[in-house]
Each structure stands twice: as structure tokens, then as C-alpha cells.
């Protein structure tokens, strides 16, 4: 085991985890747990974040339209005679 240093403010909000977790669990939790708890969720994916980067973004549309009107373009270039 190693010891580590946090600051009371920290302490108090690892108490308030591990009490959350025991509760949640059922069963008795200590702060490695809810340590690794807490770096657990640093990994799991954030479906709202995901949501936020898939909207579409103002003007949007108009940048697509705009792409395929340029890409029709190019195509007509490449095929003199049409």
C-alpha cells in the first residue's frame, strides 16, 4: 500500500463517494475502491458528449450543397462533351 496526500476538501468529497457507493452496493467500500471507481468513469464514454459532437453544425447545409454542386462541376470537366 502507499500512503497519498489530499487536501480535507478532497477527503470530505471521498467520504461522501464511498458512503454513495456502500449504499448503492450494499456493502462496506473503501477509498481505493471509490479511487478506482473515479478513474473507471474517466474512461466510460459520455453519450451527451457524443450527442454535442454530432449535431450539426450552422450552415451545414449550405456547405453540403455548396460540395455537390462543385463535385457535379468537376464531374462535367472530366467528361467533355456533356
Known amino acids: 500500500m502507499t500512503t497519498i496526500a489530499v487536501t480535507e476538501k478532497v477527503k470530505k468529497e471521498l467520504i461522501k463517494l464511498v458512503s454513495e457507493l456502500q449504499i448503492m452496493l450494499g456493502r462496506r467500500v473503501d477509498f481505493n475502491e471509490a479511487i478506482a471507481y473515479l478513474l473507471s468513469q474517466r474512461r466510460t464514454k459520455?453519450?451527451?458528449l457524443l450527442k454535442?459532437?454530432?449535431?450539426p453544425m450552422?450552415?451545414?447545409?449550405?456547405?453540403v450543397r455548396e460540395l455537390l454542386q462543385e463535385r457535379k462541376r468537376d464531374e462535367a470537366r472530366r467528361q467533355p462533351g456533356l
Open 58 to 63: 450552422p450552415g451545414g447545409r449550405d456547405a
Open 52 to 55: 454535442e459532437a454530432c449535431r
Open 46 to 48: 459520455d453519450p451527451l
